[in-house]
């Protein structure tokens, strides 16, 4: 098979991946395209701005994903505290595994622990594996919730979802100095400015919980999840304090500190560092980036978006 100019080559695709990348070949000429942050090309799908990698990645996981029940999708936008929340779901799942002064997260990134869906989807040209993790199937996803197939978030088979969002403000200003660090250096750089008005455009390479209640209230929220996954807490794990164990361990200043998290490693073949994903972890930060006229402007712009939705960042 010639391999697509816009992914990367996989092993031999099985057919059902083969007629997948053929359709996506077709379809990407067809949608809008812009100038993103760290690439210089996104597509437009289904009213949002995303990677090719990302596009083919959604198509196969409507085309051929087989869910389960028992599947926890950890659903966040970038630089939403991603990779704590990867930690945490992982932590409270395998609390009977592993023993906390000899946990995995001293040892790996949580990006190691918890695939990221849309990558691993596409490995070996098959669901083989995927299909081979063990349940319950830990799983991280950038793709926004609508894409995702019915049969994952409607039916009697759904998945669980764990979303966890941020002050836009916040997430800009924390997406802005990540995307400094990968933007290739034969692309000129992007002034804030810029990308403040890409972002206000909905222009953002790969578009629960919030964050705010998380930095508030780290115990409540950590047993909120657990209930949620249907893994409550049980009062002798209360009494030993296994709550405040998990908030310990995966908090920004112990995974921050872990060498595995301090070194400048990739994995497997990602263009990004285990300390990339480290910077401050503050709410509030923006306010040493943003002028009151641009955050004035993004507050207008979530306000309208949340609109009778009940829900905002006040």
């Known amino acids: ?3 697509s100019k816009n992914f990367p080559s996989v092993e031999t695709p099985d057919e059902g ?11 990407l000429p067809t949608l809008p395209e812009s100038k993103g942050w760290r690439v210089d090309q996104l597509f437009q799908y289904q009213g ?15 085309d051929h994903f087989k869910p389960r029940p028992t599947d926890i999708i950890v659903a966040t936008s970038p630089k939403c505290r991603t990779t704590w929340l990867r930690a945490l779901v992982f932590s409270i799942i395998n609390r009977h595994s592993f023993d906390f002064s000899d ?7 949580s990006r190691e622990l918890v695939p990221f869906f849309e990558a691993f989807i596409q490995k070996g040209g098959s669901t083989s594996f995927v299909d081979g993790i063990p349940s319950p199937r830990l799983l991280s996803t950038h793709l926004p919730y609508s894409l995702f197939p019915t049969r994952m978030t409607d039916d009697t088979s759904a998945c669980r979802f764990v979303y966890i969002c941020r002050d836009p403000k916040d997430v800009f200003v924390s997406k802005w100095h990540f995307a400094k660090k990968l933007r290739p250096k034969e692309l000129p750089p992007l002034s804030l400015e810029k990308t403040f008005d890409l ?3 909905g222009v953002s390479d790969r578009f629960g ?4 209640d998380v930095k508030k209230e780290p115990l409540g ?3 909120k999840v657990a209930e949620f996954l249907g893994v409550p807490f049980t009062p002798e794990e209360e009494n030993k304090e296994t709550v405040e164990q998990i908030v310990k361990l995966c908090s920004f200043e112990s995974m921050s500190n872990q060498d595995v998290n301090k070194l400048d490693k990739r994995y497997q073949q990602s263009p990004i560092s285990n300390s990339d994903f480290f910077r401050k972890g503050e709410v509030g930060d923006w306010v040493n980036h943003l002028s009151p006229q641009m955050a004035e402007k993004l507050d207008q712009i979530t306000e309208q978006k949340l609109q009778d939705t009940g829900f905002n960042f006040h």
């Open 17 to 27: 991946y083969q007629k997948t990348f053929k359709n996506c070949d077709e379809l």
């Open 48 to 62: 949002f701005w995303i990677l090719s990698f990302g596009i083919r990645g959604s198509i196969l996981i409507n």
């Open 199 to 201: 972002f206000c455009k």
């Open 103 to 109: 946990h995995p997260l001293h040892k790996a990134n």
């Open 221 to 223: 929220c950590v047993r």
């Open 209 to 212: 919980i919030t964050y705010w």
């Open 1 to 3: 098979m010639e391999t």
